[in-house]
DNA sequence: ATGCCGCGGGGGAGCGCTCCCATAGTCGCA
DNA sequence: TGCGACTATGGGAGCGCTCCCCCGCGGCAT
């Protein structure tokens, strides 16, 4: 392996040289740059990360701590978040914390504050104020996405106006009697997401004249399976039964789309069903949802880590923090039928 | 941040000793092995693992590629990954290659050579002749995973077996019209399993005496939608319509059995369909399958690297290649209806 | 007794960079 | 012409470990 004194020898500079000339730290002439990254290519020579990594303090690396890696909303997460870290030369490391505490405590004591990484970025993770305090005691900047952390810079869109804005489509559809599959409890006590979609769709319907009714909710946990169960709840009886869903995820709302059509109801003539997320199958399923963009998200999170790490970098925009969304009107929603209006 | 010096002081032993202590290699008696770990606990010390990378040439860290991460069998090999990797107390780095050659040769040439990594797993991805050259000349191992790669230690599931293995369940019910939606070949080109998933089928047919139809394939790429649009045509008209599909993966298998739903036709009474996978979807749609276990898979493709990357370690069993699958039969094969028979 | 071996432990070189400091040269302006 | 400011470059300490080499000691066979 050549080493940087095989490529200040080949340049005929000297080893400060190469490393400034590579590095874009400090000055270095024209001439002695295109010499050295000859040289450099000749000898196919890549700086030792570690060498590097240990003088400079830095290691040019971000944990990323993630719950789940097969569903939609992290590995999507994820993914946008290696992309943006891949193009400002930076490399991620993976740590899935599935579930029990054990693994949790080694990840943090053991890996996080080995030195190994220079940032955080917790998906969706509930990480306590201890934690919190160890990063920031390494000076390691901790960027939440997801899920509110305590004393945390978080991205997450405002579940409260997203689940607004599914409820007001259905009602501007005509519906009145608006059903909603949200998250339970237990699951709320990571994040507030299912309460605040719930607050949502509450709130539009109070805006619109329409008090929630609490028979059209069902709990059930953001998988197809619980959406389909929650579903078959809440169309089981023809009698009160809602002309619309909202469900607070994409994949409940695939769930419930089958169990209509497992009752013989026509998505949308006899029952409209809305999500958010806008999963891969929803355009399948011809689901109306919400748009989040986790793919945007992990790549904000990236910018957000870069603004600390690398001050010097371009000032970029003042960090708006409001994430975006979008309504996407597919073929699962439409008016009531005239026998339910 | 306290340091090696910082713990030998406490402990009053030199750094020499803290460091055999620490990591196991070299002579302690237990009364200094346990004052160095009361002293490293005391100050909260952990050893900087790109000091020590710098200083041994091994970094504890293996590179993971992946072409997709948002996919099933590419999210549960990477978390399998990860969770073996994290027991034997390396980190694991992801580098997700989408698409386009751009990054790949950024991936290849700087991260992975920049002495990050130990090692590599590629997951389903083709890996040129020469990329595995540079691998090894660096004497880092790789392993390969549900691909076959050229030189490459790989683990992947007996393609040809698993889909005789389906497609002999469905013989078994007395099926004789059995269809079979596969991958296109375009596809192939990197991985040979649509191909060998098809050998599989045809072989199973010929042995039971029936002559393989090729009206009774559809290619399709490997999703809901196209196993649903494949499905549609295959089961299309009523005239000669299959009584069974068997399809190259759950996803098309779900797709199918949507799109047999959307036909008016029951599942399994009027079609049996069975996938491959075993995917989270699977036993919600009841579909019968073939489980392979990429989870395990990932685990399997640590513990062959963890035999190459520390030989001292147990020795383990003789490494047997043979990856374990399992019918896993479920509501949606049946005996056919009266009428196919 | 003597030599040898194995074990426990210390000193310190060296892993491959980065960056501080020093030096030399160049330019512009008083 | 002189001086400060700046650019270009080299020397070399030091980042925090690991591990080679060495020493000392006790036990054991010769």
Redesign the pocket.
């Known amino acids: 392996?050549?080493?940087?004194?095989d490529?200040?020898k080949l340049a005929?500079?000297?080893?400060?040289?190469?490393?400034?000339?590579?590095?874009g730290?400090?000055?270095?002439?024209?001439?002695?740059?295109a010499k050295v990254e000859a040289a450099a290519h000749e000898l196919g020579?890549?700086?030792?990360s570690?060498?590097?990594s240990?003088?400079?303090?830095?290691t040019r690396n971000v944990g990323v701590v993630v719950p789940f890696l097969n569903r939609w909303f992290f590995s999507s997460v994820l993914e946008g978040a290696q992309q943006a870290l891949l193009r400002h030369g930076y490399d991620l490391t993976l740590y899935n914390l599935a579930g029990d505490g054990a693994e949790r405590g080694i990840v943090f004591d053991e890996f996080l504050l080995r030195?190994r990484v220079d940032a955080v970025i917790a998906i969706s993770l509930e990480v306590s104020e201890g934690e919190v305090a160890r990063l920031h005691d390494l000076g390691k900047p901790i960027v939440g996405v997801g899920g509110p952390i305590e004393g945390v810079r978080t991205l997450l869109i405002d579940d409260v106006a997203v689940a607004r804005l599914a409820t007001e489509h259905l009602l501007g559809l005509g519906h009145r009697r608006i059903a909603h599959i949200g998250g339970d409890l237990e699951f709320d006590l990571d994040f507030h997401l299912p309460t605040n979609r719930r607050l949502g769709y509450e709130a539009a319907l109070q805006d619109a004249g329409v008090e929630p009714d609490p028979t059209l909710f069902a709990a059930a946990d953001f998988t197809v399976a619980g959406g389909h169960h929650a579903a078959l709840q809440l169309l089981g009886s023809p009698r009160n039964r809602p002309t619309a869903i909202f469900a607070a995820s994409d994949e409940m709302a695939i769930g419930a789309i089958l169990a209509a059509r497992d009752l013989g109801l026509n998505v949308p003539r006899d029952v409209s069903i809305v999500g958010i997320d806008d999963h891969d199958l929803s355009e399948f399923f011809g689901l109306t949802t919400v748009a989040q963009f986790p793919h945007r998200q992990g790549a904000r999170a990236v910018e957000i880590l870069m603004e600390q790490l690398e001050p010097a970098a371009e000032a970029g925009p003042p960090t708006a923090t409001a994430l975006p969304y979008e309504l996407r009107v597919r073929s699962s929603s439409a008016r009531p039928g005239p026998d339910a209006a």
Chains 1, 2 share one sequence.
């Not at 020579?45 to 030792?48: F, H, L, R």
């Not at 240990?54 to 830095?58: H, K, M, S, Y």
């Open positions: 392996m050549a080493g940087i004194d490529v200040a005929g500079v000297s080893t400060a040289t190469v490393s400034r000339a590579l590095s730290r400090g000055h270095v002439s024209a001439g002695a740059k020579y890549v700086v030792s570690n060498a590097s240990l003088a400079t303090g830095r030195k």
